[in-house]
């Protein structure tokens, strides 16, 4: 059973504040700042260029990468790091569509984050061959996965509401049309069990400064089923992605296996608080996560629900359809979230009237939770959101 006090510990939160909000960024761990320091005073000070082969930066994406892999189920050597989330999810999109070449129609859904709808309709509109990106509500995938779909790309934990697809219930009737699957774990790699591989889906993506609390902008992961690897063309092909990068060929040539999917230099300082962050995850067994992660949220929703009927639940009820994460819905959420804020309980606000908690077993407490739901009712049912200085908004939420 996972140590939660000792957990806690290993994270540097400041006094006196209630962090619901590590679904969006998670704290900072405590041996990150000592394990930046020694990569840039010993590594890139005193080792300067052979940092890459004596301090082994240039094999590092992988070795994170297998690292993440353990905890959404993928097996070794299928997963790499690098990029932005953003990118990773173009990646698999243009590499799925390649697989398929016949298939006009991406299949998503309306609970996906934007940026991945966004860069899927770029790609599609770069590729010029007729492609339509096909958007459902997120009850209505399954009955619209059909014959004509190249892809089926959805993030499994929805980041406005916290609703979880049935990751293989969907994959399978993906295959059973003979189409893609891409799943992204934005919300789930560190917060509920994943089983990539059980589920066999075909790519993933996913971010590491969520729940993996690799800081802001670490570094993203995408996944790719070991049948696909040597298959696939990675239509981003970057010289850290060729089969023989020093050997400086003038032919774009892929490399064997995950290595493939590499773009260009990676960000070793970042790398390396991620590396730290990863250190608490080595003992810890995910359904311990769910376990405790299905607590907090259950408390949290029973105790805001007794406390006022001002705000109402916009996540699934039935914890099984949920990911670590509640948002309660209220008109002026922006608002109250921002005096929830004042008063020491960090959460953050989705538009248009989505208030949000992310719950991390590794640090959160049953008493945090409580004090928060019980700051949440006081500031509705008092109206404490009513000042100025909360209504006005940052350009961040
Ligand atoms: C957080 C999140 C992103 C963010 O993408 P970046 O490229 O890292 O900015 C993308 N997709 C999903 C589903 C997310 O939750």
Same mark, same amino acid.
Request: with cysteine.
């Given at each position: 059973?996972?140590?939660?006090?000792?957990?806690?510990?290993?994270?540097?939160?400041?006094?006196?504040?209630?962090?619901?909000?590590?679904?969006?960024?998670?704290?900072?761990?405590?041996?990150?700042?000592?394990?930046?320091?020694?990569?840039?005073?010993?590594?890139?000070?005193?080792?300067?260029?052979?940092?890459?082969?004596?301090?082994?930066?240039?094999?590092?994406?992988?070795?994170?990468?297998?690292?993440?892999?353990?905890?959404?189920?993928?097996?070794?050597?299928?997963?790499?790091?690098?990029?932005?989330?953003?990118?990773?999810?173009?990646?698999?999109? =243009?590499?799925?569509?390649?697989?398929?070449?016949?298939?006009?129609?991406?299949?998503?859904?309306?609970?996906?984050?934007?940026?991945?709808?966004?860069? #899927?309709?770029?790609?599609?509109?770069?590729?010029?061959?007729?492609?339509?990106?096909?958007?459902?509500?997120?009850?209505?995938?399954?009955?619209?996965?059909?014959?004509?779909?190249?892809?089926?790309?959805?993030?499994?934990?929805?980041?406005?509401?916290?609703?979880?697809?049935?990751?293989?219930?969907?994959?399978?009737?993906?295959?059973?049309?003979?189409?893609?699957?891409?799943?992204?774990?934005?919300?789930? =790699?560190?917060?509920?069990?994943? &089983?990539?591989?059980?589920?066999?889906?075909?790519? #993933?993506?996913?971010?590491?400064?969520?729940?993996?609390?690799?800081?802001?902008?670490?570094? =993203?992961?995408?996944?790719?089923?070991?049948?696909?690897?040597?298959?696939?063309?990675?239509?981003?092909?970057?010289?850290?992605?060729?089969?023989?990068?020093?050997?400086?060929?003038?032919?774009?040539?892929?490399?064997?296996?995950?290595?493939?999917?590499?773009?260009?230099?990676?960000?070793?300082?970042?790398?390396?608080?991620?590396?730290?962050?990863?250190?608490?995850?080595?003992?810890?067994?995910?359904? &311990?996560?769910?376990?405790?992660?299905?607590?907090?949220?259950?408390?949290?929703?029973?105790?805001?629900?007794?406390?006022?009927?001002?705000?109402?639940?916009?996540?699934?009820?039935?914890?099984?359809?949920?990911?670590?994460?509640?948002?309660?819905?209220?008109?002026?959420?922006?608002?109250?979230?921002?005096?929830?804020?004042?008063?020491?309980?960090?959460?953050?606000?989705?538009?248009? &009237?989505?208030?949000?908690?992310?719950?991390?077993?590794?640090?959160?407490?049953?008493?945090?939770?409580?004090?928060?739901? #019980?700051?949440?009712?006081?500031?509705?049912?008092?109206?404490?959101?009513?000042?100025?200085?909360?209504?006005?908004?940052?350009?961040?939420?």
């Amino acid at each position: 059973m996972t140590d939660f006090a000792a957990t806690r510990d290993f994270f540097d939160l400041p006094d006196g504040v209630i962090y619901l909000d590590g679904n969006s960024l998670g704290p900072l761990p405590q041996n990150a700042v000592s394990r930046a320091n020694r990569t840039m005073t010993d590594e890139w000070g005193g080792m300067l260029i052979g940092g890459w082969n004596k301090a082994r930066w240039m094999e590092m994406p992988i070795r994170l990468g297998d690292r993440i892999g353990r905890l959404v189920g993928a097996q070794p050597g299928s997963v790499v790091i690098g990029d932005t989330l953003s990118i990773k999810v173009y990646q698999a999109l =243009a590499a799925a569509l390649e697989l398929r070449p016949e298939r006009k129609v991406v299949l998503s859904d309306s609970g996906n984050f934007p940026t991945d709808l966004y860069m #899927a309709d770029g790609l599609l509109r770069s590729l010029g061959k007729g492609h339509e990106l096909r958007i459902v509500a997120p009850e209505e995938v399954s009955g619209a996965i059909d014959e004509t779909i190249a892809a089926v790309m959805l993030t499994h934990v929805d980041y406005g509401t916290g609703r979880m697809h049935d990751m293989a219930g969907i994959t399978r009737m993906t295959h059973e049309a003979g189409a893609i699957s891409i799943w992204d774990l934005a919300h789930s =790699a560190g917060a509920v069990p994943v &089983d990539l591989a059980g589920c066999g889906v075909d790519m #993933a993506t996913g971010c590491t400064y969520k729940y993996l609390n690799g800081g802001p902008g670490a570094p =993203a992961f995408i996944y790719v089923n070991p049948d696909l690897q040597d298959i696939v063309r990675p239509a981003l092909s970057g010289w850290l992605g060729h089969d023989a990068p020093f050997a400086f060929d003038l032919d774009y040539r892929p490399a064997p296996g995950i290595a493939r999917m590499r773009v260009g230099t990676p960000p070793v300082i970042q790398m390396a608080v991620l590396d730290a962050a990863l250190d608490v995850w080595d003992e810890i067994d995910m359904d &311990d996560i769910r376990a405790r992660s299905i607590e907090l949220s259950e408390l949290f929703i029973s105790r805001v629900e007794s406390g006022t009927t001002q705000v109402s639940l916009a996540s699934p009820r039935d914890p099984a359809e949920r990911g670590s994460q509640v948002s309660f819905r209220f008109r002026e959420g922006y608002a109250a979230m921002q005096a929830l804020i004042a008063r020491g309980v960090i959460g953050d606000f989705r538009a248009p &009237d989505r208030m949000r908690f992310g719950f991390c077993p590794l640090y959160n407490t049953e008493d945090e939770v409580r004090r928060a739901a #019980a700051t949440l009712c006081e500031i509705v049912e008092r109206g404490e959101w009513d000042r100025p200085e909360f209504l006005k908004r940052e350009a961040v939420t």
